[in-house]
C-alpha cells in the first residue's frame, strides 16, 4: 500500500511538471478562469533552454540537501574515480545521459501536441520497463504484469490524435518523440535498478542531475537561438517549480525501485 501511495505522489509530480511546460509553450486558461502562458515559442532550442533552466536549479538544490537524504552521498561520489568503480560511474553518467533524452523528447512532444496525449504516451514506460528487464535483468514479467501492459498499451493507442488536416501535421511526429521518452525512461529506470546494486539512489539521482545539466548547456550552444525577446520572469518561476517537482518525483521512483516496490 506504502508503495502504491509513493507511485501516485511520483506520478503526479511527473505529470505536474509537465504541465508547467505546457503552460510556458502555449496559453491556457487555469481553470476556467483566467488565461497565461505562451511565453516561449515551442521549438527545439527552446525545450533545451527550458531543461536547462530546469537542471540550472535542480542540481544545487538537490545538492544542498543530499546529505540529510543520505550523510555518504559525497564519499560515495568520491569513491567513483576508483578503478573498480567506473562500472558504476558509467552507469550513473548513462543514467544523466538518458535522463536529458526523454526530458528533451517530453518537452518537443509536449509543444507539438496536448499535454494529456503526450503525457499518456510518456506513461507508457511500464511497458518497456518490463520488458526491458526481462532482457537485461533476468526478471520476466509476471501474469498481472501482462495484464497490465495490454491495458497501458490499447490505453495508448486510443489517446493517438487521428487528422486529415495539414494543419496538424506535427501531431504525427509529437506521438513518436511522446513514445520515445517512454522508452528512454523504462531504459533509464532499468539502469537505475542495475546501477542501485552498487550505489545509492541519492548520488545516482544527483550524477544523473549534474550531467543531463552539462549535456543541456552544451545543446544551448550547438542549437543558438535568439534569447533576447523572451519573457524571463515566468520561465524562471516555472523553472523553479519543475524543479521542486522533478526531484521530488525522481526521489520518490527511484527510492521505489531500490526497493523493489515497482
Not at 550513473?92 to 545521459?97: A, E, Q, R
Not at 535568439?226 to 523553472?239: E, F, H, I, Q, S
Request: contains cysteine.
Amino acid at each position: 500500500m506504502f508503495g502504491f501511495i509513493i507511485v501516485l505522489l511520483a506520478s503526479f509530480c511527473f505529470c505536474f511538471q509537465n504541465v508547467i511546460v505546457r503552460i510556458l509553450f502555449n496559453e491556457q486558461t487555469i481553470l476556467g478562469i483566467f488565461p497565461t502562458g505562451g511565453f516561449v515559442i515551442p521549438n527545439l532550442q527552446n525545450s533545451f533552454l527550458l531543461m536547462f533552466m530546469r537542471m540550472v536549479l535542480v542540481v544545487p538544490l538537490m545538492a544542498s540537501f543530499a546529505t540529510k537524504l543520505y550523510p555518504l552521498t559525497w564519499q560515495d561520489i568520491r569513491g567513483l574515480g576508483n578503478n573498480e568503480a567506473r562500472p558504476i560511474l558509467g552507469r550513473s553518467l548513462l543514467g544523466g545521459v538518458l535522463m536529458f533524452l526523454y526530458l528533451a523528447l517530453l518537452y518537443v512532444s509536449i509543444g507539438l501536441i496536448e499535454t494529456g496525449i503526450a503525457l499518456t504516451l510518456f506513461f507508457t514506460y511500464p511497458i518497456f520497463t518490463s520488458l526491458f528487464s526481462w532482457a537485461f535483468l533476468g526478471i520476466p514479467p509476471t501474469r498481472f504484469r501482462w495484464m497490465i501492459m495490454v491495458v497501458v498499451l490499447v490505453g495508448s493507442f486510443l489517446t493517438i490524435p487521428y487528422t486529415q488536416t495539414t494543419s496538424d501535421s506535427y501531431n504525427g511526429i509529437g506521438v513518436i518523440f511522446g513514445i520515445a521518452s517512454g522508452l528512454a525512461y523504462a531504459l533509464y529506470t532499468v539502469n537505475a535498478q542495475k546501477t542501485f546494486e552498487g550505489i545509492h539512489p541519492v548520488p545516482f539521482t544527483w550524477i544523473s542531475f549534474a550531467t543531463a545539466l552539462g549535456l543541456s548547456t552544451l545543446s544551448l550552444f550547438i542549437w543558438q537561438g535568439d534569447n533576447t525577446n523572451l519573457n524571463w520572469t515566468p520561465m524562471w518561476v516555472g523553472g523553479f517549480l519543475s524543479a521542486i517537482v522533478t526531484l521530488s518525483g525522481h526521489l520518490m521512483f527511484t527510492g521505489l525501485t531500490q526497493r523493489h516496490y515497482i
